[in-house]
């Protein structure tokens, strides 16, 4: 499995306004969370299967709640650096998916679908996705009218295989990825990676962290990743008000979770 995700959902495997996006295909099936990886030399050969059936090919989403929330899966835009408009609007997302939740959270999480995968965020809000030629693939969602230069927002970002692409990510949080990178594109020293002033990260294993950022305009910034080495790299940011920290909280724990099953 080179490339780690998401659905967080990542289908693989977040602020209560409604705004309605157009669906491109979808399936008629509810899907149990699960992780979707599509990797460059495989993506056209996925787009064309995913027009006869919706493409489930990964583990149940993490989580051990006895409680379970179905959650339409709204289709947002995205843009790719291989395939045609219409290859990508071809692909097919499934109606829905199924994700372990309590109760309490019912009508607040939401489920979307950007640059074929499932991702969840706050009920209500919008964003894009990005596939690269490589495979690797950025997702950014915010509230309607908002972004990710000024506001609250969640992103994520996968690298299944531009090494330097990977190291210098990784580099920000892991001192063997950082290593790794100084011996291979900084032998001289001139191209260092630029560390955020006032980072925290905390280990949660020898291939996941947690970090955290100071508050900046009023948003308190928290994020995970995952560096398995050269193979691949996921990283997930939560950008959000105080007033909005349990969201926050919720949705990291959510992919906290399905991280440590798939180390």
């Not at 002033?197 to 970090?211: C, E, F, H, M």
């Amino acid at each position: 499995m080179r490339t780690l995700l998401i659905i967080f959902l990542a289908v693989s495997v977040l602020a209560c306004n409604s705004v309605t996006n157009d669906k491109q295909g979808s399936s008629t099936d509810t899907t149990t969370i699960s992780k979707t990886t599509v990797t460059s030399e495989k993506i056209k050969d996925t787009v064309v299967a995913a027009k006869q059936e919706p493409v489930n090919t990964t583990d149940t989403l993490f989580g051990t709640s006895k409680h379970k929330a179905i959650l339409s899966v709204t289709v947002l835009p995205t843009s790719d650096g291989v395939l045609e408009d219409s290859e990508v609007n071809a692909f097919k997302y499934p109606d829905s998916v199924a994700i372990d939740s309590e109760p309490e959270w019912n009508g607040k999480i939401a489920a979307f679908g950007a640059a074929y995968e499932v991702w969840l965020a706050p009920v209500g809000w919008t964003g894009n996705g990005r596939a690269g030629a490589d495979g690797g693939k950025v997702i950014e969602l915010f509230p309607p009218g908002g972004d990710s230069l000024t506001g609250a927002y969640v992103s994520f970002y996968e690298e299944p295989a531009c090494v330097g692409c990977i190291l210098s990510n990784a580099g920000e949080y892991f001192a063997d990825a950082r290593k790794a990178y100084n011996e291979n594109y900084n032998d001289d020293g001139a191209s260092p990676i630029k560390i955020p002033a006032g980072l925290k990260v905390a280990r949660i294993s020898s291939k996941i962290v947690t970090y955290t950022l100071p508050v900046k305009n009023g948003l308190t910034i928290h994020g995970i990743a995952i560096y398995r080495g050269e193979e691949d790299y996921f990283e997930a940011k939560f950008v959000f008000p105080e007033e909005q920290s349990v969201m926050r909280d919720h949705l990291l724990n959510h992919y906290l979770s399905w991280l440590k099953s798939v180390q």
